[in-house]
T-cell receptor, first 112, second 115 residues
Framework: GQQVMQIPQYQHVQEGEDFTTYCNSS?????IQWYKQRPGGHPVFLIQ?????EVKKQKRLTFQFGEAKKNSSLHITATQTTDVGTYFC????????????FGRGTQLTVWP | NAGVTQTPKFQVLKTGQSMTLQCAQD?????MSWYRQDPGMGLRLIHY???????DQGEVPNGYNVSRSTTEDFPLRLLSAAPSQTSVYFC??????????????FGPGTRLTVL
């Protein structure tokens, strides 16, 4: 079954609006990663969160890892057309060596 | 470094045919994985490996075989292709590590159509 749930599946925003995608795991994660996939491309690593309650920023992107290490979010402030793509979270459980559990992704469309 | 390479880029098969999707990485990564991507289903793990000679099943292993005889290569074999295996296939690799896993590097993908 789905180990990591991600919502929403689709998000359509006008350029300049904010965007958030959420991930939730049924079990505690040792770390969580975020990837971006442009249309027609392959997933590209964005960031990794390891510590409970961790918050990291990359320009307009803010990533959070929950206190219980079971949930995470990605927030984009003032979206731009270059943000278009699918954003995936991927969690790792320390008990399953070498394996990432991917969420189904949130497909972001930005209208100019 | 070429990173993660996959061949072929595109492939059309008839039902029942077999083939091997190739994946190679030149980063000396211990971990390698195969995913398939279908619309609305995200990335589903087929098989993965934590080192040469070690493989394990992922979420959707049926109909696929893998082997890892070297650190660099991780081929995926379709034993008898079925239309349900029409998909985009991604290979990925990462450095070894526990309990925190390192970032995965993805290949460009193979788009497979089974008629």
């Amino acid at each position: 079954g789905q180990q990591v749930m991600q919502i929403p599946q689709y998000q359509h925003v006008q350029e300049g609006e904010d965007f958030t995608t959420y991930c939730n795991s049924s079990t505690t994660l040792s770390n969580i990663q975020w990837y971006k996939q442009r249309p027609g491309g392959h997933p590209v690593f964005l960031i990794q969160l390891v510590k409970s309650g961790e918050v990291k920023k990359q320009k307009r992107l803010t990533f959070q890892f929950g206190e219980a290490k079971k949930n995470s979010s990605l927030h984009i402030t003032a979206t731009q057309t270059t943000d278009v793509g699918t954003y995936f979270c991927a969690g790792h459980r320390g008990s399953t060596l070498g394996r990432l559990y991917f969420g189904r992704g949130t497909q972001l469309t930005v209208w100019p | 470094n070429a990173g993660v390479t996959q061949t072929p880029k595109f492939q059309v098969l008839k039902t029942g045919q077999s083939m091997t999707l190739q994946c190679a990485q030149d980063m000396n990564h211990e971990y390698m994985s195969w995913y398939r991507q279908d619309p609305g289903m995200g990335l589903r793990l087929i098989h993965y490996s934590v080192g040469a000679g070690i493989t394990d099943q992922g979420e959707v292993p049926n109909g696929y075989n893998v082997s890892r005889s070297t650190t660099e290569d991780f081929p995926l074999r379709l034993l008898s292709a079925a239309p349900s295996q029409t998909s985009v296939y991604f290979c990925a690799s990462s450095k070894g590590g526990a309990p925190v896993i390192a970032e995965q590097f993805f290949g460009p993908g193979t788009r497979l159509t089974v008629l």
